[in-house]
Nanobody
């Protein structure tokens, strides 16, 4: 199983980025996928999660600090989960990781790292003031 995160970069305050997490070696329908971030000197934090499922309706959850600015989505046919990041702020600067966890109950979302089985490498997001 592999998760490949990409899309990070350097943007100015108020800018946008779109992160992608491409998975392989698993049936994405059965997995909830989350994004976590870690800034230098800080602990890893959960950012967002999208539930498992094979249809068009999913549950999404966000940490309060990104609600209204970030949107998580998935395309199982492309084995991809994306995180659209708008109105970026300097405090969003961090290394962002995607993670996948098997979830038999569709519509459930998970906020803890221990709920995830597989992790990708990080993609760096830097927001300048």
């Amino acid at each position: 199983v592999q998760l490949q995160a990409s899309g990070g970069g350097l943007v100015q305050t108020g800018g946008s980025l779109r992160l992608s997490c491409v998975t392989s070696g698993l049936i994405l329908d059965y997995y909830a996928v989350a994004w976590f971030c870690q800034a230098p000197g800080k602990e890893r934090e959960w950012v967002s999660c999208i539930s498992s499922g094979d249809g068009s309706i999913y549950s999404a959850d966000y940490v309060d600090s990104v609600k209204g600015r970030f949107t998580i989505s998935r395309d199982n046919a492309k084995n991809t989960v994306s995180l659209q990041m708008n109105s970026l702020k300097p405090e969003d600067t961090a290394n962002y990781y995607c993670a996948a966890g098997e979830a038999k109950e569709y519509s459930r979302t998970f906020r803890k790292g221990r709920d995830y089985d597989y992790w990708g490498q990080g993609t760096q997001v830097t927001v300048s003031s």
